[in-house]
């Protein structure tokens, strides 16, 4: 009776791990989907920074810079009328932030600061008071404050240095909200949920946890996947909505994504997903290199002789060819993939070259994202 009931369990344990499988990686809802009424809106405004050393606008070569303060003084109450600025202290600029959702009036946000003109740095600089805009040309905030700027610009008569950008900057907190977003959030009967990479074996599964979820919570399932990216959630009557929310962006659901190969020719950068697959292919890869040496020489004329001073060409060129081993890739999993990859002994340049051709042979099963 033991050995019946522990061939059993063998079998069961050997039926559960083939129906399992390898498990997909699992994520939080409110890392994978964002609420689609919860989106930032970006915010735009002209200004003017003051205070700089000698690093502003150059009024000649910036007309708009000199307009902006003859009005700025203007509003202030100072008549600039018939009179010209030289000033090398002061740098037009455009300010831009985004505004989270649910912002309320008073609270704080960054800007981001951006010179217009010919200013060689916004170091030490102040950002006069900036109305920022949305798309709709309504004020949402205003911004004012000491400019933070992380580059270095420094300069002499017959050396200059320079590390990162002295002409950008960022004003933490510089914004005050001054108007609230039109949202109904309270009021909406649903709730919809974007994927940030949209997929539907994602978002069927994101629809069926929150559905588990609603049933032993409601009684009733309350969400569905309309397509790839979007999931709608519709609200229990008896249900707070934010309370809703919170429980549902806490739920743990695996993740799916088809397999891409991303490949960046300007840095040499591979970045290969777990599902990417190779088809067995033989791969030869050799470097061809040609290296020409011009060596000119000089032939002078014997004393006392009407010949003239002559240069000789003289090329010297070389030609090697490294590598040309033919090997087998079977990328079968991921391990293996990079395996053979790196038994060919090229550098990063030669794998891209590699990895086009297997694309345009049909074997690699994968998207290939050229950046």
């Known amino acids: 009776m033991m050995q019946s009931f522990l061939s059993r369990a063998v079998v069961f344990l050997a039926c559960f791990l083939l129906a399992t499988g390898p498990a997909l990686p699992a994520a939080r809802i409110k890392d994978v989907a964002s609420l689609q009424a919860g989106r930032e809106n970006q915010l735009i405004g002209y200004g003017l920074v003051v205070g700089l050393q000698g690093t502003g606008d150059s009024m000649r070569s910036s007309p708009f810079t000199e307009q902006s303060v003859r009005a700025m003084l203007q509003n202030l109450g100072i008549s600039m009328v018939g009179t010209q600025t030289r000033a090398k202290n002061i740098a037009a600029v455009l300010v831009t932030a985004n505004l989270p959702p649910f912002a309320s009036p008073g609270s704080r946000i960054d800007v981001t600061v951006g010179s217009l003109g010919d200013a060689t740095s916004l170091r030490g600089g102040t950002l006069v008071m900036t109305s920022l805009s949305g798309a709709d040309g309504q004020i949402y905030a205003v911004a004012q404050g000491s400019i933070v700027v992380t580059g270095i610009n420094a300069s002499g008569d017959a050396a200059s240095v320079q590390q990162g950008v002295t002409t950008a900057g960022r004003v933490p907190n510089g914004a005050i909200i001054e108007r609230e977003l039109p949202s109904r959030f309270k009021d909406a009967s649903d709730l919809v949920l974007q994927l940030r990479n949209p997929d539907f074996s994602t978002a069927v599964g994101m629809a069926d946890a929150i559905n588990r979820y609603a049933a032993a919570q409601y009684g009733s399932p309350i969400a569905e996947s309309r397509d790839s990216q979007s999931v709608y959630v519709s609200k229990p009557k008896m249900a707070d909505l ?22 960046n020719e300007r840095t040499g950068t591979i970045v290969i997903g777990q599902d990417v697959r190779i088809s ?25 002789s009407k010949g003239v001073t002559a240069v000789q060409p003289s090329t010297d060129i070389l030609v090697q060819q490294e590598g040309g081993n033919v090997a087998m890739l079977d990328g079968s999993s991921l391990r293996s993939l990079v395996s053979g990859l790196n038994s060919i002994g090229v550098k990063p340049d030669g794998i891209i070259s590699i990895l086009q051709s297997i694309k345009t042979a049909g074997a690699l099963q994968a998207e290939l994202v050229l950046q």
Not at 242 to 263: G, H, Q, S, W
Request: hydrophobic share 50%.
């Open 242 to 263: 934010a309370r809703l929310m919170a429980d549902i962006e806490n739920l743990v659901i695996e993740t799916d994504a088809p397999a891409r190969v991303v490949i």
């Open 280 to 304: 067995p292919v033989a791969v030869s890869y050799g470097s061809l290199t040609v290296q020409v040496n011009e060596m000119p020489q000089v032939i002078q004329p014997e004393p006392f």
